[in-house]
């Protein structure tokens, strides 16, 4: 029997009814603190499966699409071409044997056959195959492994938030067990302290079990993955009605705002792009392809300081992205903020260089990548004079003359110089690792394009200068003069067709003629009897000791 | 019973409810730390079978890029052995197409031996892929567990499992607050809320027997 006071009494009463009140909130919350931790279990696991899944079949979609490509059209291909080889010589009898051959050996590949099969250009429709075959369903399992992988993060955090109310409620206990030893107005104090830790883990429970959970609709995943299907295909005003049924669904899926705007991007909607990557950005998608593309779209639309602001963002998150530094250079060229586009071109070769030498010091290599985009840093800068000039190609990228308002002549200037040194850096930097060193006593005062004449008999007669060659050319002539050479200098020619160039036609070599005439050299597909130059720009280009000697374009007609 | 013996009856059930609440929530814990290994080990599983149907791919595609090669050869063979039997094939020609035909043929029976299995040539000549990939997946069925399902289905089952405990628990948190609040009544009311927390402590009880030899 006690000895208190009846005073004492209630109020050991009283906290002994609270702790066990506690006690019973404590058992709730544990047992939603199981069942939280208990769904983001399986949500993170199902976001494993997903995960593999998708990977899996990405890498046999990959493998089997290998096989058709480089195993079944690689041999198709084959067979055609001694066909055609087969028609050269008129052999009928050998014509029909290999079309025989042929047709058989498309048997072995859906990809050789309807629907992918365009006999109208008589090549397979290789993008809309792959998506068919694992480029929409490897995309639908990632999306939902993403979907599944955001599920189990927030009832993860569930699960905590609810750990720390476990923790909470045992504070609010130790108080009350603590008021019970206290004679005082201070254990009204611990009560009262205790009650409100309670009442607030009570409405912080509450907000829990009522907060909606991050859930990515299946009609909206599967409209997304289709609409990534239809944009692999170059399809992208059927890819945009996909995403747009996506993002009816769920208007905040920031991965369908992306794409849908890459799509508005390559149909040439650079305002909707913009609208579309911002919404992106603002729905959650915060990565560097998404402001590199941003600020390329800026750009175009001539809104330089748009694009120079989201570009340093890029850059600042990732600074040796030497395809987004040259961005950078050309936006602040545009804008007539010389002395700043010059900084950037020139820490973008440095990085070049820094990242080549770095690779070749550890025994790799540095990406692919880097060689595209020092291509494409001075494809843009062509690109942006050809538009200055009057005279844009078909493959050119750049904002309208109208919103350049800049010193026309000093842009010109800075370009030019600009493209060389991306060139030779380029050059120099594939073959030996590091910069150019300083030019040489080289010249090459003059470069044409010519046609080599025989004689009904095969002889040379002479060379024919021109800048325009018929279709059906095989064989076109490189004359040149120069001065100053040495022999064993590295010799480098590239040729760039419709702004690209085509590695295949690079020649490498070591310089061999004297040190000063005149030389001639030959672009051919004339050791064949299939193959000819397909119309368009050529641009030839030689190098000597990685410094751009000279270069001269032609045109192959339609 | 006496005020002080029924007060010292509560407190003794106050202390079963707490040992019974303690133990609930050790079995939830092992249950938890069970589904979590049967999960691992259905990962485990998952990744295993995800790595056995890339390779079976990968096998099956390098045999049927070899068997295109003896396809194209062996096709070949067979259209210059019709071509040499057509009235416009010469003496010479059909020479020429006979060293050629020997050849092509060579080099398809060549590719047949060594490059891809032959079990899987069709009666047509075609190759099945399909059957190849089957029982490349089924071999390695043989060395690994690569069936997931049975482990999640056993994770699953344990979550439950540990759930119920975490419920059970609630049960004796009220018992423990009905005797509670038996002891500090002391009218008629303590021998009811005494009554509610002998049987919400019996239903615990049974209901985690329940759990743990049925579950």
């Known amino acids: ?558 | 019973m006496s005020s002080a013996r029924f007060k010292a009856f509560a407190s003794v059930m106050i202390a079963v409810v707490t040992v019974l609440g303690a133990a609930a929530v050790c079995l939830a814990s092992v249950a938890a730390n069970q589904a979590g290994n049967a999960d691992f080990d259905g990962v485990t599983a998952s990744i295993k079978a995800q790595e056995a149907t890339m390779l079976s791919e990968i096998t099956t595609y390098e045999h049927y890029r070899a068997y295109t090669t003896y396809y194209r050869y062996n096709e070949l063979g067979n259209l210059i052995y019709d071509e040499s039997l057509k009235p416009e094939a010469d003496a010479d020609r059909i020479t020429a197409l006979g060293e050629l035909q020997r050849q092509v043929w060579g080099m398809a029976t060549g590719l047949q031996y060594n490059f891809f299995p032959p079990r899987y040539l069709n009666p047509d000549g075609t190759y099945n892929t399909q059957r190849e990939f089957d029982e490349e997946l089924a071999e390695a069925a043989q060395r690994d567990e690569l069936n997931p399902d049975s482990y999640f289905q056993l994770s699953d089952s344990l979550r439950t499992k540990g759930m119920l405990f975490a419920g059970v628990l609630i049960v004796l948190a009220v018992a423990f607050w009905f005797f509670n609040a038996a002891e500090i009544t002391n009218n008629r009311a303590k021998f009811f809320f005494a009554a509610v927390g002998i049987l919400l402590t019996l239903g615990s009880i049974v209901a985690s027997l329940a759990v743990q030899f049925f579950f």
């Open chain 1, 1 to 558: 029997m006690s000895n208190e006071s009846p005073q004492e009494d209630r109020f050991q009463s009283f906290v002994s009814i609270l702790i066990a009140t506690v006690t019973i909130i404590a058992a709730t919350t544990a047992f939603l603190q199981a069942f939280a931790g208990n769904q983001a279990a399986e949500a993170n696991r199902q976001a494993q499966e997903l995960s593999l899944q998708a990977t899996t079949k990405r890498v046999t979609g990959a493998v089997q699409f290998s096989y058709d490509w480089q195993g079944a059209f690689q041999t198709w291909r084959e067979i055609d071409l001694q066909i055609i080889h087969a028609e050269q010589e008129g052999d009928t009898l050998a014509i029909e044997r290999y079309t025989e051959l042929r047709d058989r050996v498309a048997s072995l590949s859906p990809l050789l056959g309807p629907p992918y099969y365009e006999t109208s250009v008589n090549w397979p429709d290789s993008a809309r195959y792959e998506a068919d075959l694992y480029i929409v369903d490897s995309t639908r399992l990632t999306e939902q492994f993403t979907a599944q992988a955001e599920l189990g993060n927030a009832w993860d955090d569930i699960a905590n938030a609810f750990v720390i109310q476990l923790t909470l409620l045992a504070v609010t206990l130790s108080l009350y067990g603590l008021s019970n030893s206290l004679k005082s107005w201070v254990r009204w104090l611990f009560v009262f302290v205790g009650l409100s830790m309670v009442v607030f883990n009570l409405g912080w429970m509450a907000y829990l079990l009522i907060a909606p959970l991050p859930e990515l609709p299946q009609a909206a995943i599967e409209a997304y993955a289709q609409g990534v299907g239809m944009a692999y295909q170059a399809r992208d005003q059927e890819a945009i009605q996909y995403f747009d049924q996506a993002l009816s669904i769920q208007p905040e899926y920031a991965n369908a705002l992306y794409e849908r705007a890459n799509s508005y991007f390559y149909l040439g909607d650079y305002t909707n792009a913009a609208q579309g990557y911002e919404a992106a950005l603002d729905a959650g998608r915060d990565d560097t392809s998404l402001g590199w593309n941003l600020g390329w779209t800026y750009y175009l639309l001539g809104q330089f300081d748009d694009a120079v602001s989201i570009n340093q963002q890029a850059l600042t998150r990732d600074p040796t992205l030497i395809g987004l530094r040259m961005n950078q250079g050309l936006v602040l060229l545009a804008a007539g903020r010389f002395g700043n586009a010059e900084v950037e071109y020139t820490r973008a070769l440095e990085e070049a260089a820094r990242q080549v030498s770095a690779s070749r010091a550890a025994g790799q290599e540095p990406p692919s990548s880097l060689w595209f985009y020092l291509d494409a840093g001075a494809a843009d800068l062509e690109s942006l004079l050809d538009t200055l000039n009057g005279t844009p190609k078909a493959w050119t990228q750049s904002p309208p003359a109208s919103v350049i308002s800049t010193d026309l002549s000093n842009l010109q200037n800075d370009a030019l110089g600009y493209i060389r040194g991306i060139k030779e850096a380029s050059a120099s930097l594939e073959y030996t690792g590091q910069l150019p060193g300083l030019s040489s006593n080289a010249m090459v005062p003059s470069m044409q394009a010519g046609e080599k004449i025989d004689d009904d008999a095969g002889n040379f007669l002479r060379y024919d200068i021109t800048e325009s060659f018929p279709n059906g050319t095989n064989d076109v002539v490189i004359l040149f003069d120069y001065s100053g050479m040495q022999t064993g200098q590295s010799e480098i020619w590239k040729v760039y067709v419709n702004g690209f160039e085509d590695p295949s036609l690079r020649v490498v070599s070591d310089w061999k003629l004297e040190d000063t005439g005149s030389a001639v050299k030959q672009i051919t597909f004339a050791y064949s009897n299939v193959f000819v130059f397909t119309p368009g720009e050529y641009v030839v280009e030689l190098y000597v000791d990685y410094h751009l000697m000279q270069s001269v374009k032609f045109f192959v007609e339609e």
